[in-house]
């Protein structure tokens, strides 16, 4: 989503944590922009003519010369024309989580002539979207960035007829047989005859005392794509032992004086790929401490040092100013809760063959088992790494979003004799939150 007419100009603290969202929501989204740390008065006057107690930074300035002060995402979003009102109240297919899953699901499913609607309430991309580079994906045999590949889909999708909602956060929602309805913040509501969840991985967090506090000031999450210009010759460590937190270690070498990957686990061979694991082996500006994991994040305002445990129990700390946690994800299924889905013990949806017929007990009335990447709930599917036992690369991800739509035509098909928009109407919207839609 490059702005038009050239770039965007940001002006923030070096270790503000507003700044750093933004950073990394306009790197996520793919806007040009250069960014202007500000931390005195002196840098302040030279860049804005005036005070840091009367800037008001975070301050954006949009190319066409706009200027938001101190503005939330939404307000960027909405400043750069990304945030619509749905066309219609009622689709086809409604798809949450605008990952690899969930844009191949809408580029599939608005080719092949479904009504769809993709709901993202973040930036479009997932956890994909901030990989500094993918380099196993097919056709890209120089890699390419996370947030380009993504980029790349979304326009596809767009092209394709597909609606994209972003920036939504869900206030009201249920899903069930044969239909869902969703109720928004802005106040808009959307139905469904079916459903694609595809809303992915939160990155983990380290579990420490003071995590909060330095996020963005010290502590980051996934590859660091926003960071690693301001790591030139810094001393900064990984947390992870993945292809993400191997992906990030080669980013941020070409930048930083030392990057350490600190890997739980006894080696990098089981979690890995083999070729990132030997590029890594490779490269003098990296280094490997297996068998440790960080205790303790220490600083003032912002991280100043970690301390560093290895098996034997012994103890060090280490002056770094920057850490970044790669160590995989939780699921966001925290949507499920009033629903009738059902997830394993770890939050993953269970889809196809692993809804054994004690856990459909109730909850099933169809003659027939459910579809291969179907839900508990007939007609909704899921795909991507939100799902038990799914694969976490993206081409997989991909995959399973088209192999999803390929099941929601089977399944309009089988239940209401059509695949579109002929089908039985889902549920309506709240009458409570009612609100005509343009």
């Given at each position: 989503?490059?702005?038009?007419?050239?770039?965007?100009?940001?002006?923030?603290?070096?270790?503000?944590?507003?700044?750093?969202?933004?950073?990394?929501?306009?790197?996520?989204?793919?806007?040009?922009?250069?960014?202007?740390?500000?931390?005195?008065?002196?840098?302040?006057f030279?860049?804005?003519?005036?005070?840091?107690?009367?800037?008001?930074?975070?301050?954006?300035?949009?190319?066409?010369?706009?200027?938001?002060?101190?503005p939330?995402?939404?307000?960027?979003?909405?400043?750069?024309?990304?945030?619509?009102?749905?066309?219609?109240?009622?689709?086809?297919?409604?798809?949450?989580g605008?990952?690899?899953?969930?844009?191949?699901a809408?580029?599939y499913?608005?080719?092949?002539?479904?009504?769809?609607?993709?709901?993202?309430?973040?930036?479009?991309?997932?956890?994909?979207?901030?990989?500094?580079?993918?380099?196993?994906?097919?056709?890209?045999?120089?890699?390419?960035?996370?947030?380009?590949?993504?980029?790349?889909?979304?326009?596809?999708?767009?092209?394709?007829?597909?609606?994209?909602l972003?920036?939504?956060?869900?206030?009201?929602?249920?899903?069930?047989?044969?239909?869902?309805?969703?109720?928004?913040?802005?106040?808009?509501?959307?139905?469904?005859?079916?459903?694609?969840?595809?809303?992915?991985?939160?990155?983990?967090?380290?579990?420490?005392?003071?995590?909060?506090?330095?996020?963005?000031?010290g502590?980051?999450?996934?590859?660091g794509?926003?960071?690693?210009?301001?790591?030139?010759?810094?001393e900064?460590?990984?947390?992870?032992?993945?292809?993400?937190?191997?992906?990030?270690?080669?980013?941020?070498?070409?930048?930083?004086?030392?990057?350490?990957?600190?890997?739980?686990?006894?080696?990098?061979?089981?979690?890995?790929?083999?070729?990132?694991?030997?590029?890594?082996?490779?490269?003098?500006?990296?280094r490997?401490?297996?068998?440790?994991?960080?205790?303790?994040?220490?600083?003032?305002?912002?991280?100043?040092?970690?301390?560093?445990?290895?098996?034997?129990?012994?103890?060090?700390?280490?002056?770094?100013?920057?850490?970044?946690?790669?160590?995989?994800?939780?699921?966001?299924?925290?949507?499920?809760?009033?629903?009738?889905?059902?997830?394993?013990?770890?939050?993953f949806?269970?889809?196809?063959?692993?809804?054994?017929?004690?856990?459909?007990a109730?909850?099933?009335?169809?003659?027939?088992?459910?579809?291969?990447?179907?839900?508990?709930?007939?007609?909704?599917?899921?795909?991507?790494?939100?799902?038990?036992?799914?694969?976490?690369?993206?081409?997989?991800?991909?995959?399973?979003?088209?192999?999803?739509?390929?099941?929601?035509?089977?399944?309009?098909?089988?239940?209401?004799?059509?695949?579109?928009?002929?089908?039985?109407?889902?549920?309506?919207?709240?009458?409570?939150l009612a609100?005509?839609?343009?």
């Open positions: 989503m490059t702005a038009a007419g050239g770039l965007a100009r940001l002006y923030g603290g070096r270790h503000d944590r507003t700044t750093y969202e933004i950073r990394d929501f306009l790197t996520r989204t793919v806007v040009q922009y250069e960014w202007t740390p500000i931390d005195s008065d002196a840098e302040c030279d860049a804005l003519g005036t005070s840091l107690a009367h800037a008001r930074l975070p301050v954006l300035v949009l190319p066409d010369g706009a200027e938001l002060v101190e939330s995402l939404e307000q960027i979003a909405r400043s750069l024309g990304w945030i619509s009102e749905p066309h219609v109240s009622t689709y086809d297919l409604a798809i949450y605008a990952g690899p899953a969930g844009l191949s809408a580029v499913a608005a080719s092949e002539g479904l009504r769809v609607v993709l709901v993202e309430r973040e930036a479009v991309g997932g956890q994909a979207g901030s990989s500094s580079l993918i380099e196993n994906y097919l056709g890209f045999p120089s890699g390419v960035r996370g947030a380009e590949l993504m980029e790349r889909a979304r326009q596809q999708a767009v092209a394709f007829g597909a609606e994209l972003l920036m939504r956060q869900k206030i009201r929602g249920e899903i069930r047989q044969h239909g869902s309805r969703s109720a928004f913040s802005d106040g808009t509501q959307i139905a469904a005859t079916a459903v694609i969840a595809a809303t992915g991985v939160a990155w983990r967090r380290l579990g420490l005392d003071n995590e909060d506090r330095f996020l963005g000031a502590v980051y999450y996934g590859a794509t926003s960071e690693a210009m301001a790591c030139v010759d810094e900064v460590f990984i947390v992870g032992g993945a292809n993400s937190a191997g992906q990030a270690a080669m980013n941020l070498a070409a930048q930083a004086s030392r990057v350490t990957l600190v890997v739980r686990g006894p080696s990098l061979s089981s979690t890995m790929s083999s070729y990132l694991a030997n590029r890594i082996a490779q490269e003098p500006k990296v490997v401490l297996t068998d440790t994991r960080i205790v303790e994040l220490r600083g003032g305002d912002e991280l100043e040092s970690i301390v560093l445990e290895n098996g034997r129990g012994e103890r060090e700390e280490c002056p770094t100013g920057r850490v970044f946690a790669c160590i995989g994800g939780v699921p966001d299924t925290h949507w499920t809760t009033h629903t009738s889905i059902v997830c394993d013990p770890r939050g949806l269970l889809t196809g063959p692993d809804l054994t017929p004690e856990l459909l109730g909850r099933w009335d169809l003659d027939r088992p459910p579809f291969h990447l179907e839900t508990s709930v007939p007609g909704t599917f899921a795909a991507g790494d939100v799902r038990s036992g799914s694969v976490k690369r993206v081409a997989s991800a991909v995959g399973e979003g088209a192999m999803a739509v390929t099941l929601v035509h089977r399944y309009l098909s089988e239940t209401f004799g059509t695949e579109g928009t002929l089908g039985a109407p889902p549920p309506p919207l709240f009458d409570d609100r005509p839609v343009a």
